[in-house]
């Protein structure tokens, strides 16, 4: 695969990073050079990072950017190849045959075949961004099909032939990390680790997601929450936890809860796990903002 410089006008990381943010992301530098030399070198992106940090939304925005359409594979346990490629429409098969009577029906035609979203992506009439979401949910053995898949981008239908795209699609898959994807899954890709957005930037997050709050109440959010995520919580709020309770707080507070109440009654959106909220209850004073401008 050449080396292609600039993609979609994106001629750089710097260029990539202001068009994400542009699209409502802000990717830190890191980030955005992982992303801009998977395009340039014509390579999958691997995300990784803890729930919430804004993996999948980063495929989304990347997709956005480049004006590609983003077609989305879902992994969950027990996901195989059929649910990724594509299926026969057994009923719709079965209503032909009984309609077309003694007459010959060709029921392994395009009109009957369900395309699942690697073959959706193969058969886009422009390239396409294929997020293969949550990869780490799948197990071994649909990994080992997806590796081969993103060898070589052609799907064979035994009764129809090969579907082959035009030009590949773009590819950003994310994981979770809740088990170790193969060594060669990763050969293959740009790798990125995607950390929790440092205090500037989740902020500056909070204020382009949600247009009601304040900079004080984003800043104060944003404390809150690095503090809470420096405890030993069964679920550490993600970025939209934080973008979330600062909006909800405003809410409260727009409607005469006075600061840190508004926080404090706002809670259930940002810690959502009874043991958590248990440990953290006792806590939560020493944590919250106590003023916000
Ligand atoms: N860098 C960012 N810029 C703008 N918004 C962000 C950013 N990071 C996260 N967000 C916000 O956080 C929300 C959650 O992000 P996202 O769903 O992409 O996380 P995730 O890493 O895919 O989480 P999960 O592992 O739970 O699927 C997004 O909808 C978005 O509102
Ligand atoms: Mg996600």
Known sequence: MPVQATIAGIASP???????????????????????????????????????VGKTEAAKAIGSVLARQVIRLQCYEGIDAAAALYEWNYPRQMLAIRQAGEAYVNVYSDDYLLARPLLEALRAPDQSLLLIDEIDRSDHEFEAFLLEFLSDFTISIPETGTVRAARAPVVVLTSNRTRDLHEALRRRCVYHWIDYPDPALEAAIVMARASTVAQATADAVVASVNLMRAEPLTKPPGVAETVEWAEAATLLNSQGHPWPLAFRQAIGVVLKDQDDLTYMAPRLDAILPAEVA
């Open 14 to 52: 710097q260029d990539l990073q202001r068009a994400l943010s542009g699209a409502q992301y802000l990717a830190g530098e890191d980030l955005a050079t992982a992303a801009y030399l998977a395009l340039a070198l014509g390579k999958p992106l691997l995300l990784e990072g803890a729930p919430g």
